[in-house]
């Protein structure tokens, strides 16, 4: 490899260079030229350009740079460059031929580039020039200060000779004091438009008072200040203990979160110190995990502590990666003036968001609320509606807001102005109960709360209306109501999953048919048994809803009910009875109307009985009824059908005669076994429907009916026979009497051996 020729004339006279008279006074001239141009200009940039193209076409060479020493980065920077590549090239002033001159203050000669052990090709590489050889002086000004270095690259005949490298030190020496004072110059403006920005700088962004965006804009200008890849400013989180920021400047992330005691961030925020790593991977405290996850390479690391102004870490700036080198004291110094100022600034924004989030919390909660919410303030204007108070009202935001409560709550509204002022009087809630509410012409079912509003203080802030729709549920109620009893309606509307699951319960059963309806409907066809039934039913479900009961299904021109479910009472046996006695009143009436139309009259029996029952939902996920099933349901059904064989309209169980409260006129008519059962029951006829026209001597019937009975039962046939008859003469219409008079005849005939009292039914 061969040896690069080294020159130490540098500062010395220009006419100690060899040459002839006439060459000496031309590169004199050359010097004053130099001068003259160099000093037209203001600007170092253009400087630097009429000196390296003058050095370039004196000695014959391609193109050349001039570089400047940064004594903050420790750097050799070139400001312009010939040729096709315009751009900043910044080395460590202790690398390449570039350095190696800088820093021995010798200057060189190098004949083939790539030969040279101080040769770096890495510019080569970067813009695709090709370097040969290379002329490298140090620019030193009249004091010998070397403030750069002066390179020229390839000679374009022939090789540069030490008479180049001559001419080019004098030509850099002469500009060598109009370039530093310009530079100081330049310096001095930079800095002073640094600061002059970091003033307009902090002015902005303390102004700020959106946290998330202030955050923006202090990683942003962190980042763009100190000319660094990527910064992040962390705020601490009193109650996690943690450091966070809710985006990273180059981070696609939307927060971060770190313990506040690790890593550098946690190690500045904890000592309170800055630190500023050169060399991030050789720094132990660095956790090299996120740079993993993200592929980012952290090279250097300036972190300063953001203090309060009571002297308190609120949290970290951290920057990463400063351009062309490590981060330099005047970046430790610009960020923590930074830190330090915008501190204020975080802290009202932090402030700031707290209640922004209390006040996004509270109107998304009120916006989440299915019922409606108005505020009123002390002035009697609405400030505030939520949507479900505007979808129940009917109305557009609009027309709430804003506006008086005296001109929003007029004409059919004006007694919840009334209610409001009441309240603000005596500063006590008040609710009001299915009340009615009218808007567009259109009546609204509402529960109404209103309340007065108070501050911690207790000082009194207006009013709060809270509005419950019913509506809706009013028209299912009404619709289902139609289609199933009342309560079971209210029931399912409650979300009375549990009555619905299936219970097992005391109630009394009441079943209900029309005498001969087969041949009725017949009669009447189609249409007409349909009208019929209508009626018919529509009398019947009063009586039955009059007293509680609940209306279970209609079986055909049968009804089947029940007292006790879904709610039960301590009468429900005589809401029973008296709805029975109803439904023959009502049906007797009813009868009255018909016969006056020349239409047919009806009858009709009922059965009663008071047993557990099991009641639910019975059927499939698809189509299900509520119903009820057990013996007790069944007893009910099969006393409805035997008033046929009894002449009665109105049949109970023991079980539930032995349950009435009230006194009834009622008669015990038999101890029967009914069909698919063994064990006999007591059962007993309801005549309390009856007048003196419809059963003449009822008491006195009655009294030789239980007699007649008494000898039934102990088979004195002879006997009973003669008390039914005398029942006869008193009443002739007692059908009941006549039945016992044949029974006891067949009885006394076939004189059974085992007779017991009891009389088993055959039929259903």
């Known amino acids: 490899m061969k040896s690069p020729t080294k020159n130490k004339t540098a500062g010395k006279n220009f006419s100690d260079m060899p040459g002839n008279k006439e060459e000496q006074l031309r590169h004199m001239d050359t010097l004053l030229k130099v001068s003259r141009q160099v000093a037209a200009f203001d600007a170092l940039d253009d400087m630097l350009n009429v000196l390296v193209e003058m050095c370039t076409e004196e000695v014959g060479a391609d193109r050349g740079t001039l570089f400047l020493n940064d004594e903050e980065t420790g750097e050799l920077y070139s400001r312009i460059a010939q040729g096709n590549i315009k ?29 040279d052990q101080h040769f770096d090709n890495t510019t080569d590489k970067g813009t695709g020039y090709l370097t040969k050889s290379v002329l490298c002086t140090p620019v030193r000004t009249a004091q010998g200060e070397i403030i750069g270095i002066l390179q020229i690259l390839n000679k374009l005949k022939g090789r540069f000779t030490k008479k180049d490298l001559k001419i080019v030190e004098s030509m850099a020496t002469q500009a060598a004091l109009t370039l530093k004072s310009t530079q100081r110059l330049e310096q001095m403006g930079q800095s002073h438009a640094k600061e002059m920005e970091f003033l307009d700088l902090v002015a902005e962004v303390t102004t700020e008072i959106n946290l998330k965006v202030l955050l923006q804009k202090v990683m942003s200008e962190a980042t763009r200040m100190l000319n660094a890849e990527r910064s992040t400013l962390f705020l601490n989180d009193k109650k996690t203990n943690q450091l966070w920021s809710e985006v990273g400047e180059g981070l696609n992330t939307s927060e971060i979160r770190i313990s506040n005691n690790m890593g550098i961030a946690g190690a500045v925020f904890t000592s309170g110190k800055t630190i500023n790593i050169p060399h991030a991977y050789a720094d132990m405290r660095f956790n090299p995990t996120i740079d993993k996850k993200t592929g980012f390479f ?14 308190e870490a609120i949290g970290v700036t951290q920057v990463l990666n400063k351009q062309g080198g490590p981060f330099t004291a005047e970046d430790e110094s610009r960020l923590r003036a930074f830190t330090s100022q915008i501190s204020i600034g975080l802290e009202n924004a932090r402030l700031f968001n707290d209640v922004q989030n209390m006040k996004n919390y509270n109107e998304s909660m009120l916006e989440s609320m299915s019922n409606g919410v108005i505020t009123i303030n002390e002035e009697g204007k609405i400030v505030t509606c939520n949507a479900a108070g505007l979808n129940i009202m009917g109305v557009a935001s609009s027309q709430v807001i804003g506006h008086e409560i005296e001109e929003f709550f007029c004409a059919a509204n004006t007694w919840i102005l009334e209610k409001i002022k009441r309240v603000e009087e005596t500063q006590e809630s008040e609710i009001f109960m299915d009340a009615e509410m009218v808007f567009a012409e259109e009546t609204r079912s509402v529960n109404l709360t209103i309340l007065p509003l108070i501050s911690i203080e207790k000082t ?13 549920e009013k028209r299912i109620k009404s619709t289902m109501s139609r289609y199933m009893d009342p309560g079971i309606a209210e029931q399912l509307l409650k979300g009375g999953e549990d009555i619905l699951g299936g219970i097992t319960t005391t109630a009394t059963i009441l079943f209900s048919d029309i005498r001969g309806f087969t041949t009725l409907s017949e009669k009447l066809g189609p249409q007409g048994t349909v009208g019929l039934l209508n009626e018919y039913f529509t009398l019947m479900v009063e009586c039955i809803s009059r007293e509680g009961g609940m209306l279970d299904k209609f079986i055909g021109d049968a009804i089947m009910a029940a007292f006790g479910i879904p709610v039960a009472h301590d009468d429900d046996e005589d809401r029973a009875l008296r709805a029975a006695i109803g439904m023959i009143n009502a049906m007797l009436s009813w009868n009255k109307e018909r016969l006056a139309k020349g239409q047919m009259a009806i009858d009709m029996g009922l059965g009663l009985n008071t047993d557990n029952i099991v009641a639910g939902n019975i059927g ?24 046929k064989q009894y002449s009665a309209r109105i049949i109970i169980s023991a079980n539930t005669f032995n349950k009435l409260r009230g006194t009834y006129r009622i008669r015990y008519i038999d101890d029967v076994v009914v069909k698919g059962k063994t064990e006999p029951v007591g059962i007993h006829e309801v005549l309390d429907y009856h ?21 039934y039962r102990s088979g004195n046939w002879d006997q009973a026979i003669k008390n039914f008859r005398q029942a006869l003469k008193l009443n002739t219409q007692d059908h009941l009497s006549k039945t016992y008079i044949e029974r ?13 009292g009891v009389w088993k039914m055959t039929s259903k």
């Open 691 to 711: 007048t003196d026209d419809t059963f003449p001597n009822l008491l006195e019937v009655v009294n030789y009916f239980n007699e007649g009975r008494k000898n």
């Open 298 to 311: 952290t090279r250097s690391i300036l972190c300063v502590p953001v203090i309060n102004k009571t002297g």
């Open 87 to 115: 751009q900043e090239i910044r080395n460590l002033n202790t690398t390449g031929i570039s350095g190696h001159v800088f820093t021995t203050g010798e200057s060189v000669i190098v004949h083939e580039a790539y030969q």
């Open 460 to 472: 009194a802030l207006g009013t709060m209306i809270m509005m419950e729709d019913i509506s809706t």
């Open 744 to 756: 006891c005849e067949v009885l006394k005939k076939d004189a059974p051996p085992d007779w017991d």
């Open 620 to 643: 499939s996920q698809k189509r299900m009824d509520y119903t009820m099933i057990g013996d007790g349901v069944n007893l009910a059904a099969r006393l409805e059908s035997a008033c």
